[in-house]
């Protein structure tokens, strides 16, 4: 059965410490592994990664995929208030994406 | 371009009763979802899909039935309501060659008492 494992469930840290939020999937037919921001309504997308060892950043943001191990970290350095969220993995595999349960951050100013 | 739209945005059913969520997009996109999302949760794959006329169940369909009649839109269907399905739904779609970048709609809030 395809899974897709996040940890930890929930995080609270102070603004400006640095976060690792963590997936681990087993899924077949893997394309793609996605990582989801979500506020307050639907998610958005922040990154897709396909091949191992490749850092993705967008700002304060980063990631990378270990194919082999199966795994992926989400880094958030300097947070901010406006991190808070809920943070999903997600794995694309043929026609569909199977998301994790996320980890819900909360950011204390 | 309104992008995916769902209504309605918060309904309250009894146990028993039945309802459409409606799911339109006017992307072109071939692919569609459902999702629901409940409480503290991530969003789990209730049916998918890849073009008009084909559906494909996902992780969690039972109690739920889906057309997929034209591109533009896909109705979710509760068919005899039960307190398991309070929840909020989502509809998202995606491109062909994007899948990845799924466009979500507002969500939907189903309480069922």
């Known amino acids: 059965e395809d899974k897709v494992v996040q940890s930890p469930l929930s995080l609270v840290v102070h603004e400006g410490d640095t976060v690792t939020l963590n997936c681990s999937y087993e899924?077949?037919?893997?394309?793609?592994l996605l990582w989801y921001k979500q506020e307050k309504k639907a998610p958005t997308f922040l990154f897709m990664l396909?091949?191992?060892?490749i850092e993705k950043k967008s700002g304060r943001l980063s990631s990378i995929l270990d194919k082999k191990e199966l795994f992926s970290i989400l880094n958030i350095t300097a947070t901010q208030t406006g991190d808070s969220a809920i943070y999903l993995c997600?794995?694309?595999?043929?026609?569909?994406?199977?998301f994790g349960k996320g980890t819900r951050l909360h950011i204390l100013p | 371009n309104a992008g995916v739209t769902q209504t309605p945005k918060f309904r309250i059913l009894k146990i028993g009763q039945s309802m459409t969520l409606q799911c339109t997009q006017d992307?072109?996109?071939?692919?569609m979802y459902w999702y629901r999302q409940d409480p503290g949760m991530g969003l789990k794959l209730i049916y998918y899909?890849?073009?008009?006329?084909?559906?494909d169940k996902g992780e969690v369909p039972n109690g739920y039935n889906v057309s997929r009649s034209t591109t533009e839109d896909f109705p979710l269907r509760l068919e005899l309501a039960a307190p398991s399905q309070t929840s909020v739904y989502f509809c998202?779609?995606?491109?062909?060659?994007?899948?990845?970048?799924?466009?979500f709609g507002p969500g939907t809030r189903l309480l069922v008492l």
């Open positions: 998202a779609s995606s491109h062909l060659d994007r899948q990845e970048t799924q466009y």
């Open positions: 899924v077949t037919n893997f394309r793609s």
């Open positions: 396909t091949s191992s060892g």
């Open positions: 997600a794995v694309l595999r043929d026609d569909k994406i199977i």
């Open positions: 992307m072109n996109h071939n692919y």
């Open positions: 899909s890849v073009g008009a006329g084909i559906t």
